[in-house]
C-alpha cells in the first residue's frame, strides 16, 4: 500500500525515525504545513534522456536532493501535497525507484490532515544534516524511452496516456515540447478521474471500472506516461494500489517522446 492515513500519520509523529515532506510549492508550505514537515521541490526537475546516461544523471541527481532533505533510506518516509496529488506522488515514485523501503504519501494530503484535526505550523525545521541514500534502482517500475518504442502495437502491453483530453488529441502543447499529440496506440485516462471529490483516490470497484471502461486490464504490462512523470506516478500508485503488478512509469514522458524526431506521434 503506498497511503498513509492522516490517523496513522498523527500516531506517528511523536515517535522516532519518521521524515515528513511537503511536496506543495513553497508558498503553500509557508502558509501552513504538518509540524515539523520539510519543503522540497520535487515537480520543476525534468528528465530530458531516459537513456543509461540519462538514468544515470537522474540518480545521481535525486540522490543529493533527497539527501539534502535528511533522507538516507534508514528511515520512513510520508510525503504529501494538498490531495493525493501529483507532485507527492512523483516523489514516493522516484524514492522507489532509488530503492528506498519505506515511503508513503498522505491519503487525501493536507487537505484531509486539516479535516482530521491535524496541527498545523508554520515554524520552519532546523536544516537537516545532510545524508547519503544509498541508491539501489528498481528498473521494474520504470520504462524508458526506447523500452516504450520497442513495444507500440503489442496486444499484450497497454501504454496508458494520462494527460488532459487536448493533450492527447493535440490541441494543446506544452512550451518545452517540440511536438503536440501522443503517443501510437496509447490509450487514455485522465489521471484527476481516479481522485474522488475530496481528493482521495477512488475505491476499487469504481476505479476498476473506469480502467476497464478505458481499455486497461490487470492481465497486461501497463506503462503510464503524462508530460513529466508527476500525473502518470500519480496513476502509477492508483494502479499498484489496485493490484496491478506490472506497471511501469514512462519517467522521461511527452517531454522526452517529443523531442525525439526519430518517433512516432499521433494527433486528432
Known amino acids: 500500500m503506498s497511503l498513509i492515513s492522516p490517523h496513522q500519520l498523527r500516531e506517528r509523529l511523536a515517535g522516532a525515525g519518521l521524515l515528513i515532506i511537503d511536496a506543495r510549492v513553497l508558498e503553500d508550505y509557508e502558509a501552513g504545513h504538518i509540524p515539523g514537515a520539510r519543503h522540497l521541490d520535487l515537480y520543476d526537475y525534468l528528465v530530458e534522456r531516459s537513456d543509461p546516461t540519462g538514468l544515470e544523471e537522474m540518480r545521481s541527481y535525486l540522490a543529493r536532493l533527497f539527501g539534502s532533505a535528511g533522507v538516507s533510506g534508514e528511515e520512513e518516509v510520508a510525503l504529501y501535497d494538498e490531495t493525493t496529488g501529483m507532485r507527492a506522488a512523483r516523489g514516493v515514485w522516484f524514492l522507489e525507484y532509488l530503492g528506498h523501503p519505506r515511503v508513503r504519501q498522505l491519503d487525501g494530503g493536507f487537505q484531509a490532515w486539516r479535516a482530521a484535526g491535524g496541527a498545523v505550523s508554520r515554524d520552519v525545521p532546523a536544516a537537516p544534516r545532510p545524508a547519503t541514500l544509498a541508491v539501489q534502482p528498481r528498473p521494474e517500475i520504470l520504462a524508458a524511452c526506447d523500452y516504450v518504442s520497442a513495444r507500440l502495437n503489442r496486444p499484450d502491453v497497454v501504454i496508458l496516456d494520462v494527460r488532459s483530453e487536448g493533450e492527447h488529441k493535440g490541441t494543446e502543447k506544452a512550451d518545452c515540447c517540440p511536438r503536440a499529440g501522443r503517443i501510437p496506440g496509447s490509450l487514455w485516462l485522465e489521471w484527476e478521474r481516479l481522485i474522488d471529490p475530496e481528493g482521495r483516490f477512488v475505491d476499487g470497484e469504481r476505479a476498476q471500472r473506469l480502467l476497464a471502461d478505458?481499455?486497461?486490464?490487470?492481465?497486461?504490462?501497463?506503462?503510464?506516461?503524462?508530460?513529466?512523470?508527476?500525473?502518470?506516478?500519480?496513476?502509477?500508485?492508483?494502479?499498484?494500489?489496485?493490484?496491478?503488478?506490472?506497471?511501469?512509469?514512462?519517467?522521461?514522458?511527452?517531454?522526452?517522446?517529443?523531442?525525439?524526431?526519430?518517433?512516432?506521434?499521433?494527433?486528432?
Do not use: M, Q
Not at 502518470?232 to 517522446?257: C, K, M, P, Q
Open 214 to 268: 478505458a481499455g486497461v486490464t490487470p492481465e497486461k504490462e501497463i506503462i503510464v506516461y503524462c508530460h513529466r512523470g508527476a500525473r502518470a506516478a500519480n496513476t502509477f500508485l492508483a494502479l499498484r494500489d489496485l493490484g496491478y503488478r506490472r506497471v511501469r512509469n514512462f519517467i522521461g514522458s511527452w517531454h522526452e517522446w517529443s523531442r525525439r524526431p526519430d518517433l512516432p506521434a499521433d494527433c486528432g
